[in-house]
């Protein structure tokens, strides 16, 4: 079946750097790419939708200079925490929609210190 | 999107049949009910996909009566490894193009 390649699965940084998570899709393009955020014990909140070769829909509340989101590709989603700080560790799922409807990404565990 | 209503929480012990509802009042007619199941750092998964009456797989069942208001997810003969959050969704099918949101999820603990 299809496959998203969510990478890193864990990332820890320093407060005021930034991190890129990497969403590739395997065997089948990415029309479009959702970026959820999810804190300890809640639910999946969606940040941004993507749709390759054009520029992000941020939900209401997301900043969209902090996190920057490129789909360059049909295959390749990035989701960039500039500047980040201890408020924005969280876990950071992709799911894209594509031909085989949605596929889930591992997720990220982003650890700001 | 339809708005989903779950249990925060249930508890089970292994080998009894669990069965999670879902209230999805203002479902529309083109809507699917999707269930979902994510275990603690890692993205969910797909579990069963109904648009009316009953649908098994080889892991649940999912039972949607004839309004289609609510939904149950069927987990058989619970182990410990099915402890996890489970998700309600309502959308166009799995074919669609729709952003998906999710509620606050059901969170099973499986006991020994």
């Known amino acids: 079946g299809a496959v998203v390649s969510q990478h890193p699965s864990r990332v820890i940084c320093k407060s005021g750097t930034s991190v890129k998570i990497e969403c590739r899709s395997l065997d089948f393009q990415a029309t479009t790419m959702f970026w959820y955020r999810q804190f300890p014990k809640k639910s999946l909140m969606l940040m941004a939708t993507?749709?390759?070769?054009?520029?992000?829909?941020?939900e209401q509340g997301v900043e969209k200079d902090k996190f920057l989101i490129n789909h360059a590709s049909l295959t390749l989603s990035t989701l960039t925490v500039t500047s980040a700080h201890p408020e924005d560790s969280s876990f950071y799922i992709c799911?894209?929609?594509?031909?085989?409807?949605?596929?889930f990404g591992s997720g990220t565990r982003l650890t700001v210190v | 999107l339809a708005k989903t209503t779950q249990p925060i929480s249930m508890d089970s012990y292994e080998g009894q049949e669990v069965n999670i509802t879902c209230s999805h009042n203002n479902i529309a007619t083109n809507d699917y009910i999707t269930w979902y199941q994510q275990f603690p750092s890692q993205g969910p998964r797909f579990i069963i996909q109904?648009?009316?009456t009953k649908v098994t797989n080889e892991v649940a069942s999912l039972f949607i009566p004839a309004d289609r208001k609510s939904s149950t997810l069927s987990l058989p003969r619970v182990s410990l490894s099915d402890t996890a959050v489970y998700y309600c969704?309502?959308?166009?099918?799995?074919?669609?193009?729709?952003?998906?949101?999710f509620g606050t999820g059901t969170r099973l603990q499986v006991f020994p």
């Open positions: 799911i894209a929609n594509g031909i085989e409807g949605y596929t």
């Open positions: 969704l309502v959308g166009p099918g799995a074919y669609n193009t729709d952003k998906l949101i």
């Open positions: 109904g648009y009316k």
């Open positions: 993507s749709n390759e070769g054009s520029k992000a829909t941020y």
